[in-house]
T-cell receptor, first 114, second 112 residues
Framework: NAGVMQNPRHLVRRRGQEARLRCSPM?????VYWYRQLPEEGLKFMVY????????ESGMPKERFSAEFPKEGPSILRIQQVVRGDSAAYFC????????????FGDGTRLSIL | QKEVEQNSGPLSVPEGAIASLNCTYS??????FFWYRQYSGKSPELIMS????GDKEDGRFTAQLNKASQYVSLLIRDSQPSDSATYLC????????????FGTGTRLTIIP
């Protein structure tokens, strides 16, 4: 009974490179959320997706960041031309549907920018 | 701007005592409330959800909700050293878009 799967667990990139973070939701879950946790700060919402649809991207920077959740395969959070300030833990969470159902988190991807 | 506020702590509690964690929220229409536990360097783990006024108990944990006062709390009875972690209060935005707004968390240390 696999939980939310994220990979990679750790990702190191140099400034200007691209980072791709993957998330497979729990079985039966169709709602995916991405959150970012900067060092010594709280969790902040980035984007909410359902299959093939972005529902809310109000927390995601307008430039360099994009997210998708295709019909087949995992959700992808992409960060282009990374900068030092992108260094953070990125967590994916999933829920079976809306209506106030709790979200379950993956182990996260720790992104470090050199 | 919806807000969720918690006592930042750190909160130190002797082993075996009751730890009390508090959270207030600004959005009167919020219907669901969650407590997550996060160990250092780990991901948030759901420990309690509560939807209606009153108390909800699960093992050593009790969540208390008062919608009129916009207040939700978490009590941990018989505190154990393994309870030492940061506890996050989380509130969904609205029905149909359940993105979570988190409090900054309360760091709890259980002293043996």
């Amino acid at each position: 009974n696999a939980g939310v799967m994220q990979n990679p667990r750790h990702l190191v990139r140099r400034r200007g490179q691209e980072a791709r973070l993957r998330c497979s939701p729990m079985k039966g879950h169709s709602h995916v959320y991405w959150y970012r946790q900067l060092p010594e700060e709280g969790l902040k919402f980035m984007v909410y997706l359902q299959k093939e649809n972005i529902i809310d991207e109000s927390g995601m920077p307008k430039e360099r960041f994009s997210a998708e959740f295709p019909k087949e395969g995992p959700s992808i959070l992409r960060i282009q031309q990374v900068v030092r300030g992108d260094s953070a833990a990125y967590f994916c969470a999933s829920s079976p549907r809306g209506g106030g159902q709790p979200q379950h988190f993956g182990d996260g991807t720790r992104l470090s920018i050199l | 701007q919806k807000e969720v506020e918690q006592n930042s702590g750190p909160l130190s509690v002797p082993e075996g005592a009751i730890a009390s964690l508090n959270c207030t929220y600004s959005d009167r229409v919020s219907q669901s409330f969650f407590w997550y536990r996060q160990y250092s360097g780990k991901s948030p783990e759901l420990i309690m959800s509560i939807y209606s006024n009153g108390d909800k108990e699960d093992g050593r944990f009790t969540a208390q909700l008062n919608k009129a006062s916009q207040y939700v709390s978490l009590l941990i009875r018989d505190s154990q050293p393994s309870d030492s972690a940061t506890y996050l209060c989380a509130v969904p935005a609205m029905f149909g878009n359940e993105k979570l707004t988190f409090g900054t968390g309360t760091r709890l240390t259980i002293i043996p």
